[in-house]
């Protein structure tokens, strides 16, 4: 089965910036379009893909996020990163890799707290 492992979150003031990473133990990580995802806290709130990068580098954001959040990730490390600035308090959430369309299982994530 294929490990995820989220890192990079913390608590951080609005208008600020942190970088997640994500490393994924697949054979198969070059030919996979890889995503992050968020849920944020409360009742009743799904997961959302916010961004996801193919095989060839292609992205795609959530409107939520363009312009905001950069998507990347480098093959020889089978990882991926999301580099987030401006970062809103509407931001806060535990963030998930996972490929695009996602496994059926996830890793751990990592919490994004925006807060002043």
């Known amino acids: 089965q294929v490990q995820l492992v989220e890192s990079g979150g913390g608590l951080v003031q609005p208008r600020g910036s942190l970088r997640l990473s994500c490393a994924a133990s697949?054979?198969?990580?070059?030919?996979?379009?890889w995503g992050w995802y968020r849920q944020a806290p409360g009742p009743g709130k799904a997961r959302e893909l916010v961004?996801?990068?193919?095989?060839?580098?292609?992205?795609n954001y959530a409107d939520s996020v363009k312009g905001r959040f950069t998507i990347s990730r480098d093959n020889a490390k089978n990882t991926v990163y999301l580099q987030m600035n401006n970062l809103k308090p509407d931001d806060t959430a535990v963030y998930y890799c996972?490929?695009?369309?996602?496994?059926?299982?996830w890793g751990q994530g990592t919490l994004v707290t925006v807060s002043s």
């Open positions: 996972n490929r695009d369309p996602s496994f059926d299982f």
């Open positions: 697949s054979l198969r990580f070059n030919a996979y379009t």
């Open positions: 961004a996801s990068i193919s095989f060839r580098g292609n992205t």
